[in-house]
């Protein structure tokens, strides 16, 4: 099974490093169905896979020149703080709402993946638009942190449309936002406050390091080898077909939800039923909040006035 689990690893560390992020959301799944991981075991190493291949597929897109660090710094410090409370939160959460909710989040991600983008073009302010990042980064921090997946798929076009960045850009920068997320939401889950100690292990946390560490090398593997494709592939079309397998596997998780749920509604626990449902209800809410919250004209974070000129002649062009 180790074997099988580092295969799929390298699939998932592929779209982590092609796409900059929705690959890392096929973690949790793998850990919970293939593994035999419990639900908040599985988030919590899910997202310390995430992190550390976020790490080291920043490495390679650095390299490229493809990071803009102060953007993500600045995004990636409001998404730890979200992610954080979110882990604390989820810890405490039934493990029924956390997989209904991380469908929810699946079935979104597939949704964005295949849908068509529209051409992002943007002009230069003499500011970043803060307030709207820190938000930004704060809310999908958070459900970074509840349900154990990076995110990248809000990042990105986050970063594309509030940086002004080219898609490259913004998938490079999205791995330093995950990273920072994803170690925050990891800790979230893992520490305790209180006990007799100022800080500890949460003892309701059990994560097998060696399935964990065997899928974070074969993750960080296929992130690496992902990365060196950015810009030879096509994106629209891998991201497409990469959005439909993960939306079979949404409709896979809320069908296993559905039957535990149908099986404890016959005998008479309802309560189950009502986690399930609040759960969706609430993933979904935060959603439209991201989607539906009124964005301003992009901002290029441009540290080479040279790069802002051209980047300003470009949009003048079009």
Do not use: C
């Not at 900059?20 to 793998?30: A, K």
């Not at 002004?164 to 997320?181: D, E, F, I, Q």
């Not at 079979?248 to 939800?257: G, K, L």
């Amino acid at each position: 099974m180790l074997a099988v689990a580092g295969a799929l690893a390298i699939f998932i560390g592929l779209a982590v490093g092609i796409l900059g992020g929705g690959g890392s959301i096929l973690t949790t799944p793998l850990l919970v169905y293939v593994m035999g991981f419990d639900t908040k075991d599985a988030i919590a190493a899910s997202l310390f896979v995430v992190a550390v291949t976020s790490a080291f597929g920043l490495i390679a897109h650095a390299r490229g020149h493809r990071v803009r660090w102060r953007t993500g710094l600045i995004f990636g410090g409001a998404g730890m703080v979200g992610a954080f409370i979110g882990g604390q939160v989820g810890v405490h959460l039934p493990s029924a709402v956390l997989m209904a909710a991380f469908a929810v989040m699946m079935g979104v991600t597939a949704i964005a993946m295949i849908r068509v983008r529209k051409k992002i073009t943007g002009s230069i302010h003499k500011g970043l638009p803060l307030f709207r990042i820190l938000l930004d980064g704060a809310v999908v921090g958070f459900v970074t942190g509840l349900v154990g997946a990076g995110g990248g798929f809000l990042v990105v076009p986050a970063l594309a449309i509030l940086g002004g960045m080219p898609m490259p850009m913004a998938v490079g920068t999205s791995l330093l936002v995950v990273m920072m997320k994803s170690t925050a939401g990891f800790l979230g889950y893992a520490v305790k406050f209180g006990n007799g100690t100022f800080v500890s292990w949460n003892p309701a946390i059990h994560i097998n390091w060696l399935v964990t560490i065997v899928i974070a090398i074969g993750a960080v593997a296929g992130a690496l080898v992902g990365s060196s494709f950015v810009g030879r592939v096509h994106p629209d079309r891998l991201r497409k077909a990469f959005g439909w397998f993960v939306l079979v596997m949404a409709f896979f998780i809320i069908s296993q939800e559905l039957g535990a749920t149908i099986v404890d509604f016959a005998g008479d626990s309802p309560v189950h039923t009502i986690e399930v449902i609040a759960g969706i209800l609430l993933m979904i809410a935060l959603i439209i909040f991201l989607v539906r919250w009124p964005t301003k004209e992009p901002f290029a974070d441009f540290d080479d006035p040279a790069e802002a000129a051209e980047f300003e002649i470009k949009n003048d062009r079009g």
